[in-house]
């Protein structure tokens, strides 16, 4: 069974950095586009970054723009969220996904296009 388990997650003050890693266990992710999601208690999941299968297409929501950077080491079967300049609305659990598709070669954005989920990391941001 396809496993993916975060890690990284934390307490840490405004203005802070964290990294976040995702470690993929079962499936190759080399052919696979993967991505970062967030949900903050009372709050929906939102999308944070996404991936493409080799790292050559990248996006981020506005609200991290410049402050998170996605980046992936197939090698490793790793994916990970560079978080700097952290903000008190950052806190939320942060989860990793990767989706089983032949389109690689894009970036996907939405938590229903993800097959595979971990089980999510703390991340606190105080003020």
């Known amino acids: 069974q396809v496993q993916l388990v975060e890690s990284g997650g934390g307490l840490v003050q405004a203005g802070g950095s964290l990294r976040l890693s995702c470690a993929v266990f079962?499936?190759?992710?080399?052919?696979?586009?993967m991505g970062w999601f967030r949900q903050a208690p009372w709050k929906e999941r939102e999308f944070v970054a996404g991936i493409d299968w080799n790292g050559g297409n990248t996006l981020s929501a506005d609200s991290v723009q410049g402050r998170f950077t996605i980046s992936r080491d197939n090698a490793k079967n790793t994916l990970y969220l560079q978080m700097n300049s952290l903000k008190p609305e950052d806190t939320a659990v942060y989860y990793c996904?990767?989706?089983?598709?032949?389109?690689?070669?894009?970036?996907?954005?939405?938590?229903?296009?993800?097959?595979?989920w971990g089980q999510g990391t703390q991340v606190t941001v105080s003020s």
């Open positions: 996904a990767l989706k089983h598709t032949a389109e690689g070669h894009k970036v996907w954005t939405l938590s229903s296009d993800y097959t595979y």
């Open positions: 079962r499936i190759a992710t080399n052919c696979f586009p």
